[in-house]
Every structure is written in structure tokens, then in C-alpha cells.
């Protein structure tokens, strides 16, 4: 089956610093990629995605690639503010199992101090 | 706007008590979710539904049930509520153009403590 791993925090930084969040997933078919967030208090919220093999997702100063010949899809920002502190999921879509259906990782938590 | 609203928000009962989290979305979504979150388990999926009445088992079903007799609306019940059903419950809605791109729409969550 489908399954996405990321790596387990908590992630504490000091702002200005460098991001990365790993990710790595199993998949059957040929997955879309996702990363959501969710910031305190809140529901999840797509933060980006990538369809297909090299696509690179961006938003809000993140950015992540689809690399299938390592199934990753690691989440990086250049530099963190304290407002990107939240729980970060990284999950995949299989249209075998339906465009609806998202495998989710067990999320990661990150702490950007001032 | 476009949401997802959840109620209650946050709830203490009782074993055996039973309850329902409602769910409602005003996006005229086809396919919505439940999920549990837990500490170090992340999301689990509970129930979904495809369209009006159309229901199906996620990861984690036992202890729930839910219906779907609107699309709108999809309430989730705990018949007789356990302590392990403890935990922060999200709705969820995706539709025919937001589902190809992957994206759910989901609620603020809603806190619940089985004593």
C-alpha cells in the first residue's frame, strides 16, 4: 500500500535559518505530492504541491521537488520567520485509490524562535 | 466565504454518552472526510463519502458512524464514547476541480475529552 514517511521532530530554529523537512513515500502508481500545514489552533491548509516527476511546488517562500528516482519530496525554506512555526504534513494522492484520498505523514513540528 | 464548519469545537462527556460532531461546508463538495489526530500518530482517517449517500471505512472506523443524507453535511457519531476516542477530530471537503489538484478544505477541528 501507500505510505509517506517524514522525518519525526520536533524541529526548533532561530529565524533567518535554513529549513529542511525530509519526506520520503511508497507509492504503486504515479502520486501527486503535497505538503500541508497547520498552523496552532487551526485546521490543515495545502501549503504546495507537484504533479508529476521534477515539478517543483512553491509557495510562501517553501519550496519542494519531485524526485521519483529517490521518492522524495523534502520541503525547504531559506529562511525561516517565527510565523512559519507549525506542524508540517507531507502526504501523496494515488489515482489508483482515488484523487480524493491522501496518505498523510505523521507531520512535523517546527518551532522557529527570534 | 468558502469553509468548512465543525461543531462543537470542544466537548468533555462521558463514557457512553452519546454524541455528534456536525460538519457542514458550503463549497457544494462531493467528497468529504473525517480524521482523528493524535500525538505521534498523526492523521487517520476515519470515514468518507464520496457523494450523498455513498459512505466507506477509512483506516480507523470502529467506534464511528456517519451519514450522508445531504450534501452539505456530514455528521460524525460516537454511539458509545470510550476514552480512547479521545482526541481532535477534522472535517474535511474536496471537490471535482479542488480534488484534481489534491487539495482538502478542512474545518478548525474540534477538541474531544472522553471521561
Known amino acids: 500500500g501507500n505510505s509517506v514517511t517524514q522525518m519525526e521532530g520536533p524541529v526548533t530554529l532561530s529565524e533567518e535559518a535554513f529549513l529542511t523537512i525530509n519526506c520520503t513515500y511508497t507509492a504503486t502508481g504515479y502520486p501527486s505530492l503535497f505538503w500541508y500545514v497547520q498552523y496552532p489552533g487551526e485546521g490543515l491548509q495545502l501549503l504546495l504541491k507537484a504533479t508529476k516527476a521534477d515539478d517543483k511546488g512553491s509557495n510562501k517562500g517553501f519550496e519542494a521537488t519531485y524526485r521519483k528516482e529517490t521518492t522524495s519530496f523534502h520541503l525547504e525554506k531559506g529562511s525561516v520567520q517565527v510565523s512559519d512555526s507549525a506542524v508540517y504534513f507531507c502526504?501523496?494522492?494515488?489515482?489508483?485509490?482515488?484523487?480524493?484520498?491522501?496518505?498523510f505523514g505523521k507531520g512535523t513540528k517546527l518551532s522557529v524562535i527570534p | 466565504e468558502a469553509q468548512v464548519t465543525q461543531n462543537p469545537r470542544y466537548l468533555i462527556t462521558v463514557t457512553g454518552k452519546k454524541l455528534t460532531v456536525t460538519c457542514s461546508q458550503n463549497?457544494?463538495?462531493?467528497?468529504m472526510s473525517w480524521y482523528r489526530q493524535d500525538p505521534g500518530l498523526g492523521l487517520r482517517q476515519i470515514y468518507y463519502s464520496m457523494n450523498v449517500e455513498v459512505t466507506d471505512k477509512g483506516d480507523v472506523p470502529e467506534g464511528y458512524k456517519v451519514s450522508r443524507k445531504e450534501k452539505r453535511n456530514f455528521p460524525l457519531i460516537l454511539e458509545s464514547p470510550s476514552p480512547n476516542q479521545t482526541s481532535l477530530y477534522f472535517c474535511?471537503?474536496?471537490?471535482?476541480?479542488?480534488?484534481?489538484?489534491?487539495?482538502?478544505?478542512f474545518g478548525e477541528g474540534s477538541r474531544l475529552t472522553v471521561l
Open positions: 502526504a501523496l494522492s494515488d489515482p489508483g485509490a482515488g484523487s480524493y484520498q491522501l496518505t
Open positions: 463549497m457544494n463538495h462531493e467528497y
Open positions: 474535511a471537503s474536496s471537490g471535482r476541480l479542488a480534488g484534481a489538484s489534491g487539495e482538502l478544505f
